[in-house]
């Protein structure tokens, strides 16, 4: 059987900031092994790889909570694509973040316990999170152990395939990140997403707006009517 915990259970705020800050210090240290010059102990080179490795280990095994928290927790629901966010919702979506967030039209899918991501996002989080995030982790391990790469892959040298895939998908994954850190902001007040993700509460009071949105719970999908805020959803 499912358990529901509510859209932003503690497991999933926990999973969401450990995450956030451990890309970080593989970023910072991805980059120095790359741009920067090897210097002494216990700065330099070794000690960047070092940590590299150890924070990648550790954001698989936060992978793996992740996958788990999907299939098993019930957060899995929230990423499943029904035929309405594709047509109009992507259109709707794109016209919003384009223009209407700009004079202040109301977003087209509120947040709710229902809809956690909008069209939009729900497409950009897979493509994150199954696609780019599995190919980050898989060519890291692979990198552990060069050893037992190929030494030719579509007639280039096997690690250097390996190599670019990692560096490519995380400098996406970088660019995904920055995006998702402005969209952040887009709450009621600049920090109400944040606090939202961070407590489990965003502080802003309700109001009521009567907008259909689809039932991503067990069983059928319907449609159902939910008092919603029309408000700047998060990211």
């Known amino acids: 059987m499912r ?25 910072i240290t991805g980059l120095r092994m790359h741009y920067l010059l090897p210097g002494p102990p ?8 070092l940590i590299h490795n150890t924070a990648g280990i550790l954001l698989t095994l936060f992978y793996c909570l992740f996958l788990y928290g999907n299939l098993r927790l019930g957060n899995g629901r929230y990423y ?24 202040g039209t109301p977003h087209p899918y509120p947040h709710s316990e229902a809809r956690k991501f909008n069209p939009l996002q729900k497409l950009f989080y897979l493509a994150v999170m199954y696609l780019l995030f599995p190919i980050l982790t898989v ?25 670019l895939a990692h560096t490519y998908s995380g400098y996406f994954l970088s660019l995904f990140m920055v995006v998702h850190i402005y969209l952040g902001t887009t709450g009621h007040t600049p920090g109400a997403l944040f606090r939202l993700i961070w407590s489990g509460d965003a502080g ?18 319907v449609t159902t009517m939910r008092r919603l805020r029309p408000d700047k959803e998060h990211t």
């Open 204 to 221: 802003r009071p309700e109001t009521p707006s009567r907008v259909r949105t689809p039932d991503l719970g067990t069983g059928p999908e």
């Open 80 to 103: 499943r694509v029904v035929a309405e966010d594709l047509a109009p919702g992507l259109i709707r979506q794109t016209s919003y973040y384009l223009w209407g967030i700009f004079v």
């Open 3 to 27: 358990r529901e915990y509510g859209a932003y259970p503690i497991w999933l705020r926990c999973w969401h900031w450990g995450n956030a800050l451990l890309f970080v210090i593989l970023l």
């Open 139 to 163: 060519t890291g391990w692979a990198l552990l152990f060069p050893d037992q790469l190929p030494d030719k892959m579509l007639g280039v040298p096997g690690i250097g395939l390996w190599a």
């Open 42 to 49: 216990p700065l330099g080179f070794r000690a960047d790889v």
